[in-house]
């Protein structure tokens, strides 16, 4: 499917897993048209390769490698801001934290507090990915609508303003005289971003953790021999698949698997079965950080739409890894945590992992 980005099209494949009711669709009409958010993850063809190429060209490994420094002394003040009573729910205290302020630097967003910019994005992905009750629904659209005001203002500023960050690059992004960017595409770009950028970063580093603490071994051996952290920072992408499952639409009649495919159907592809496959994967419902990948998990897609931003997420990650060992050996789980997850049919969201170290 990932092969064939002809067939399998990208574009509507993300509608909302919950229509919204009749009240939620008000409150969304004081926003922007639907039709105009199409983060890059939803286009296809030509439209989609030159804001890719665009998002390539800022995120160079040169660029991802010159941000290390930046990104320890950022887990450093997190973990110098941890509670004093030695006790925190680490998603909430440091797992969101460390991508979303990566992003807001790298983007040049300000005008919001980085909380706020979190629940709106949380609301975004509920809007597009999550089922919740009719209550839950209204807050998640008048959270999103906000978000959206947000980001056009943002995007206004950046029309105006004589700036040379990423935002104006991107909004004033020439890409074919036929198309400018209008603002409603330039705020569901940056909705894309600022969202994909760090929930599923945060996912990585929650999930990751939790495996670990599970198992003490694994978290003494980080402390004692960091080189091994890339590997344990694999395997908690292939274990936990941040992003469990992705979605498509068939643009025509197509075979799959040995089922048949009519044009127009939506598959939601769920790469978190790929990465257990035990045709692949020697094992595969073991977390083992000594591994050997003779095939690549899928947790960043695969083909045209290959994750642009795998190699920042890859050393957020053995960042926070490396920082924590070192300045938190003792962190275990409280005793009695039980994990739960956010319903949502894309991301794995845990709720919250509730830490404690000594003091
Ligand atoms: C652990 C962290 C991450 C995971 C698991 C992840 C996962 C994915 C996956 C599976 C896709 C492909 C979706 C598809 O084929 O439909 C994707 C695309 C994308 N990701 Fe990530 N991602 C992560 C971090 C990031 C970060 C840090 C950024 C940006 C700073 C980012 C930006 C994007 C963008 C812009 C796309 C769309 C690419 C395109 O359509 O060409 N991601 N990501």
Not at 222 to 228: A, E, G, N, Q, R
Request: with cysteine; net charge negative.
């Amino acid at each position: 499917m990932f092969a064939d980005p002809t067939t399998f099209v990208n574009q509507g494949a993300t509608a909302p897993v919950t229509p919204p009711p009749p009240p939620v669709a008000e409150i969304l009409a004081e926003g922007i048209p639907a039709s105009e958010i199409r983060p890059t993850v939803t286009r296809d063809g030509e439209d989609h390769d030159r804001i890719r190429r665009f998002l390539v060209s800022v995120l160079t490994p040169r660029y991802i490698a010159a941000l290390e420094p930046k990104i320890r002394r950022l887990a450093d003040r997190l973990v110098d801001e941890l509670p004093a009573d030695g006790r925190a729910d680490f998603v909430n205290a440091f797992a969101y934290r460390l991508p979303l302020e990566v992003v807001l630097d790298l983007f040049g967003i300000s005008g919001a507090s980085g909380a706020q910019i979190h629940e709106w994005t949380t609301h975004a992905m509920s809007m597009f990915w999550g089922t919740f009750t009719l209550e839950e629904h209204l807050v998640a659209a008048r959270g999103y609508v906000d978000f959206q005001r947000f980001l056009a203002e943002t995007v206004q500023r950046a029309r105006t303003g004589s700036g040379d960050d990423v935002v104006s690059r991107l909004v004033n992004l020439d890409i074919g005289g036929d198309a400018p960017l209008t603002d409603g595409e330039a705020v569901g770009l940056l909705l894309g971003l600022l969202s994909a950028g760090h929930e599923t970063s945060m996912n990585l580093i929650s999930l990751t953790m939790l495996q670990v603490l599970r198992s003490p071994s694994i978290w003494q051996r980080m402390i004692d021999d960091p080189s091994v952290i890339p590997a344990v920072v694999e395997e908690g992408l292939r274990f936990e698949s941040p992003a469990h499952s992705i979605w498509r639409k068939a643009a025509a009649d197509a075979e799959l698997g040995g089922r048949t495919i009519a044009a127009g159907q939506r598959l939601s592809v769920v790469v978190g079965s790929a990465n257990r496959d035990p045709a692949v994967f020697d094992h595969p419902s073991e977390f083992d950080p000594d591994r050997a990948f003779d095939s690549p998990h899928l947790s960043f897609g695969r083909g045209v739409h290959f994750c642009v931003g795998a190699p920042l997420a890859r050393l957020e990650a053995r960042v926070a890894f490396e920082v924590l060992t070192q300045r938190l050996p003792s962190l275990r789980l409280q005793p009695g945590f039980t994990p739960s997850y956010r319903p949502n049919s894309v991301q794995r969201f845990l709720e919250r992992l509730d830490v404690e170290w000594d003091g």
